[in-house]
């Protein structure tokens, strides 16, 4: 079984920043996709960062230049570099790894961004 454990939140002021880390168990595999999202209280959960199967990295706008995602499937890791956090950022994070016969989801981890 899949399992994925987020780490690295806490609280930060604005203008920190924070590295999150996924450990995943087994092998992180070429095909697998990986990436962060994050959810706020009452809001819908939403897409961070993603990086496919094939190498494709996208960003929501609200974070690319502040936000990078990276990937070590040799260490089986993923991270989520965040930089100039902003109040906005302030959600749950939470790591997803999927493939065609996975979908697999951490139980996340929280960032506050607040003076």
């Known amino acids: 079984q899949v399992q994925l454990v987020e780490s690295g939140g806490g609280l930060v002021p604005p203008g920190g920043s924070l590295t999150l880390s996924c450990a995943a168990s087994?092998?992180?595999?070429?095909?697998?996709?990986m990436g962060w999202y994050r959810q706020a209280p009452g809001k819908e959960r939403e897409v961070v960062a993603i990086?496919?199967?094939?190498?494709?990295?996208t960003y929501r706008d609200s974070v690319e230049g502040r936000f990078t995602i990276s990937r070590d499937n040799a260490k089986n890791m993923v991270y989520l570099q965040m930089n100039d956090l902003k109040p906005e950022d302030t959600a749950r994070y939470f790591c997803?790894?999927?493939?065609?016969?996975?979908?697999?989801w951490g139980q996340g981890t929280q960032v506050t961004v607040s003076s």
């Open positions: 990086r496919t199967s094939i190498g494709h990295t």
């Open positions: 997803r790894r999927w493939s065609g016969t996975y979908d697999e």
């Open positions: 087994g092998s992180i595999l070429k095909t697998d996709g």
